[in-house]
């Protein structure tokens, strides 16, 4: 072969090997992105377009790298999965993203739950960061607060739902696990315009220390044997010895502490930080929380408001130890107690949320 074939075939294998390169890396895209040609110039690609470096980046070969270019490529990798997470919450906060695209650009992507993994805890971070950078003193006061429950390596455990790698436990925007902690949000429920104070109110759950005291009393096995051999023999309260009758009381209180008591609790401080986030501008006048508002009595306190409110909601139960008339009567006088006395159930921690606000 003269030096001049070898130089073309060379310049041949040069260009196929680049020629190669670009259709893998076409296909690769085509791959993770799981479009037809036609589908990538649809609108589908509008909320894709995101993800576009972070998959050209995954879809670079570790094989023939050194061990300090894959160090390099992973960080190189999360930081730009970060940066895709942080566009489609942007997406997400203006209502232009699609959620069903989304999954569509990650659905080949093995190991894709990473990708949602990240964009949960961006969500997170954003979200608080939001709120930390507000300037009412309440709001200051309960991000200071979720702050300080974070530190020492201590989270809030938070799940994004309403994609195909975690849907919903239950049709709600959102909810608080009242034996794990965690919180969910759920992005095909939650609009962007009620995103945070849904947020807020989540997090006001996860930050409610009077909840675990609550669930921990309510939980104790052998108080709720005692109460069921009492149940045989009584129907009211006042049946019972002073110390038992205390005891029920109390365990009473701690299921409605697990409850009723926990939601006038968070919504207390929903309402409070809403209001005050409406002031600042932080978000505009949401429908149903102004129609809730406008029930509210000119004299009446809205603690009182609250509580009112939230009681006409809950039923009792009507299973299990609550299926006898002494549980039942216990329960009735209890929430008694609340609905038309002068007192409403203690706040806790929470409560310096509100002192904060002056109320």
């Known amino acids: 072969m003269s030096s001049s074939e070898m130089r073309s075939t060379k310049i041949a294998k040069r260009v196929t090997s680049a020629a190669a390169r670009a259709c893998m890396t ?11 040609q036609a589908q990538a110039s649809s609108s589908v690609s509008a909320s894709c377009e995101a993800l576009g470096p972070w998959l050209a980046a995954k879809a670079q070969s570790l094989s023939a790298m050194s ?25 997400f906060e203006a209502g232009r993203l699609d959620r069903s695209a989304l999954d569509s650009c990650l659905s080949t992507v093995p190991d894709r739950q990473n990708f949602y993994n990240t964009l949960q805890a961006v ?33 809030i455990p ?21 034996g794990s902690g965690s919180i969910f949000m759920d992005l095909g429920r939650v609009s962007p315009d009620e995103w945070l104070v849904i947020f807020i109110h989540e997090l006001a759950h ?38 038992t009758r205390a005891k029920l009381d109390r365990w009473l209180e701690a299921g409605l502490g697990r409850g009723l008591f926990a939601e006038y609790r968070a919504w207390h401080v929903t309402l409070v930080l809403y209001e005050e986030g409406l ?52 329960l009735k006088a209890v929430r008694a107690r609340y609905r038309d006395g002068s007192a409403l159930p203690p706040l806790g921690a929470l409560g310096e949320i509100l002192l904060k606000a002056g109320n």
């Open 26 to 36: 076409l296909a690769a895209a085509l791959l993770f992105f799981g479009l037809s």
């Open 67 to 91: 061990m300090k270019e894959r160090s390099e490529a992973a960080e190189r990798e999360f930081n730009l999965r970060r940066d895709a997470a942080s566009k489609l919450f942007e997406r």
């Open 123 to 155: 969500f997170f971070q954003r979200s608080l960061a939001k709120l930390s950078a507000a300037r009412g003193p309440a709001l200051r006061a309960f991000a200071a607060m979720v702050d300080a429950r974070t530190q020492g390596g201590r989270t």
């Open 158 to 178: 938070f799940r994004l739902t309403g994609h195909t790698q975690a849907q919903a436990p239950v049709e709600l925007k959102g909810g608080f696990h009242r």
């Open 206 to 243: 996860g930050l409610d220390d009077r909840l675990p005291e609550a669930v921990r009393a309510y939980n104790a096995q052998k108080d709720v044997e005692d109460f069921a051999e009492w149940a045989v023999c009584a129907t009211e309260p006042a049946f019972l010895p002073a110390e």
């Open 279 to 330: 002031r600042e501008g932080l978000w505009d006048r949401i429908g149903w929380m102004e129609t809730l508002l406008s029930q509210r009595p000119a004299q009446q306190e809205l603690g009182r408001f609250i509580y009112v409110q939230l009681d006409t909601r809950f039923t009792d139960p009507a299973d299990g130890i609550f299926s006898h008339e002494l549980i039942q009567n216990g």
